[in-house]
């Protein structure tokens, strides 16, 4: 688990025009939900947010937030459920943040890497990563920063499926087990596949 700080304050300008207001002061409109209390509207500064996020964890940061302009300044745990993206401008427009409990598991979205070459790759084969983050169920402290695996020993035809990934003993897939993660192909497959992906793009083109 990576676990970082974010300052933020209450949100007293709410609805569209308070955004707006709040967006060209060059701040993030944001609330934080969950827990079972009531949402909380925050003002979150860019700058914050991303020192916040810049850790290994990235997304998957357990934020302790700050809310400033309480006495005394309350704390709660929380991690980016949505964040909204301007299309044109690639900012930030809003937040969510969901408040969790550090003792009760929660559901994430962990990226996959491969570490070394493949066999399977050094005799002509390629690498195929069919998925590229795994959901998991575990506490809070238990969230990897990413899921690793080893492919130098696969062969042509060798996969890994989800059941068999090198999880914590309490951190659960969500997904059914067998389902593919990385697999080894070999040439012929692979020309199926550029066969297949050139009259996909002649099709299109035909319409």
Known sequence: MVQSSLRVKPRKRIGKSGAREI???GNIPAILYGGGEEPVPLVVRPDDLKQ?????????????????????TVKKFSMVKEIQRDPLKD????????AIDMQKSIRVAVPVNTRGRSEGERRGGKLERLIRTVDLECLP?????????????????DFVDI??????????????????????????????????????????SDN
């Open 23 to 25: 967006r060209k002061e």
């Open 52 to 72: 916040a996020l810049s850790g290994s964890g990235g997304i998957n940061t357990v934020l302790e937030l700050e809310i400033d302009c309480t006495e005394p």
């Open 91 to 98: 900012r930030v427009i809003h937040l969510d943040f969901l």
């Open 141 to 157: 402290a238990d969230i990897p920063d990413s899921i690793e695996i080893d492919v130098t020993e696969l062969k042509i035809g």
């Open 163 to 204: 059941s068999g990934l090198s999880l914590g003993e309490d951190t659960k897939p969500i997904r059914e087990g067998r389902e593919k993660v990385v697999q080894v192909i070999g040439q012929r497959l692979m020309e199926a596949e550029d066969t297949e992906e050139k009259e996909e793009q002649e099709a299109e």
